[in-house]
């Protein structure tokens, strides 16, 4: 199994729609959750970090569900601009990172 | 934030030569590592850069395949030693500071003709 699994995508949306998407992880023992994102041909960026009681930055809410182990990122009116590849980190403890393969969305004019 | 220079960006290298991709950090930081991002996938690590001692590497990577320094805490290199064009894909140092966010390098963008 994987240690983090993605929604591979892509998502097509149009603008000012919401869009939503979950990952997984395997490490029950993983503290840190982050969401990255990687345009095309460019390193990843940090979007945002996932908190335990859910976090809000603007238009992106992520969520934190330690139970079941998973990891969910929302975009609400969405802008041409949030078109990229969303990428699910999570820290495995000893100071790396595991990622998700990436979920692709595409917001369309 | 960190600023990581990173280079070559990209370069086209026959197969059987070696190439050594330097990252540089403008801070010094305790931990670097190196990823590999093959075409339409996600960032696989290769390797834990250690200052003053050997690289750590995550399973799968060898030594002699992927030669690491880390002369001092701001510096690292990567070489793909032997290429072949499976080697194709992109490279990219990195520095995290434990649990929070981490940064990385422009890539390298190698081709193995």
């Known amino acids: 199994r994987k240690e983090v699994e993605q929604d591979p995508g892509p998502f097509n949306v149009p603008e000012g729609a919401t869009v939503a998407f979950n990952c997984t992880y395997s490490?029950?023992?993983?503290?840190?959750f982050f969401w990255y994102r990687q345009d095309c041909r460019k390193e990843p960026k940090l979007l945002m970090s996932?908190?335990?009681s859910g976090n809000e930055d603007g238009r992106f809410t992520a969520q934190l569900n330690r139970a079941s182990q998973y990891i969910s990122l929302l975009i609400r009116d969405s802008k041409l601009s949030d078109s990229a590849t969303y990428l699910c980190?999570?820290?495995?403890?000893?100071?790396?990172?595991?990622f998700g393969a990436g979920t692709t969305v595409t917001v369309r004019a | 934030s960190a600023v990581i220079s990173q280079k070559p960006s990209r370069d086209i290298c026959q197969r059987g030569t070696s190439l050594t991709i330097q990252c540089q950090v403008d801070?010094?930081?305790?931990?670097m590592f190196w990823y590999r991002q093959q075409p339409g996938q996600s960032l696989t690590l290769i390797a834990t850069?250690?200052?003053?001692?050997?690289?750590?590497?995550e399973s799968g990577f060898v030594i002699d395949k992927f030669p690491i320094s880390r002369p001092n805490l701001t510096f690292s290199t990567l070489t793909v030693s032997n290429m072949s064009p499976e080697d194709s894909s992109i490279y990219l140092c990195?520095?995290?500071?434990?649990?929070?966010?981490?940064?990385f390098g422009q890539g390298t963008r190698l081709t193995v003709v």
């Open positions: 801070s010094q930081v305790t931990m």
């Open positions: 990195s520095e995290s500071r434990g649990h929070t966010e981490a940064f």
């Open positions: 980190v999570v820290n495995r403890n000893d100071y790396k990172l595991s």
């Open positions: 996932v908190y335990s």
């Open positions: 850069a250690n200052q003053g001692s050997e690289a750590t590497y």
């Open positions: 490490n029950s023992a993983s503290q840190s």
